[in-house]
């Protein structure tokens, strides 16, 4: 089994790549639940959804949001009203958050609802919460602190950041620790270091669990070219100290990963304890995803 560490935009098209190559059983996902948030519907878990889309090649690839095809007649019905939905959820969408609500209502775990959702989608990879307990991430910014969903679609990602953090206790859900120490190896895929990854990552018991694996761990860094390949990583990890480039990156995650791969594009640079390769990483077509999921295969077998 192999393990990928995930957010909503990246790693899941890295999966797309291990989906062509591995059978769903043999891959486990552990998604960051920072972003997670009750909404008068339900309960939206966007990088659960979009892992657990793009596992049912169900998932609109145009925004890495959502369902592809859905409708949005129930958002659009709501504005009518005079209900300000700033998020565009999709009908279909809905009723995902819907579901996930009412089973914790029940009194069903974070982890419980995933797999529910899996099975009704016909998932048969893990995807596990990293935590069945919030944690909630808050951006600092010049026009006050907010969710990261206000940050990035209210206020389009443009105000300063001026720290990023994450409310809440915390504890890493079981599997997701038996799925670092089972794993043959283990890949913090192309996500946003702060907004995706350190969430996880501030699990103590899970970035533990991680480091004591480091020689079988690889880190496939989000920037090319000094810029994220999609969306406002570069400023969150500015805000966060660490420099926006794929040596920054290979730095920060250097205590748990011992294997680093940058982008064919980038000049070389070393960073200490940590191998770095690089190949293409720019995931646009199958294929590319599948050559990189391929590349981390045979390096890391
Ligand atoms: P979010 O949860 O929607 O913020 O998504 P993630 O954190 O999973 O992914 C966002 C990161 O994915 C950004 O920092 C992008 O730079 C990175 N990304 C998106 N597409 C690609 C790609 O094709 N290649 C690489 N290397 N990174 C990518």
Redesign the pocket.
Known sequence: MITLL????????LLQGFMQLLPQEEIAVIV?TA?DIWLPHGYLS??ID?VIYTLADIVNEET??GIRGDSFVTHEQLLNLGFEEFMNIGDLDRATHIFRGELLKRGLSLEEATQKLCTALGVKAKVLPMSNQRLSTVVVTSRGEMNLHEYLIKHRSEPEIKQVRFEGEAEPCEACVSAIEEAEFVVI????PV???LPILSLEKLKKAVASRRESVVA?????GGK????P?DKFLRAAGIEPTSRGVAKFYSSVAAHFVA?ASEEEFEVEGVEIYRTN????TLE?KRELARFLIEIMR
């Open positions: 995930s957010g909503g935009t990246g790693t899941p098209k960051n972003e966007p990088d979009t890495w949001y895929g192309p996500s946003n907004t995706s990854i496939v860094s989000p920037i090319v994220p390949v999609s969306g990583a982008d990483t720019i995931m646009k590319d």
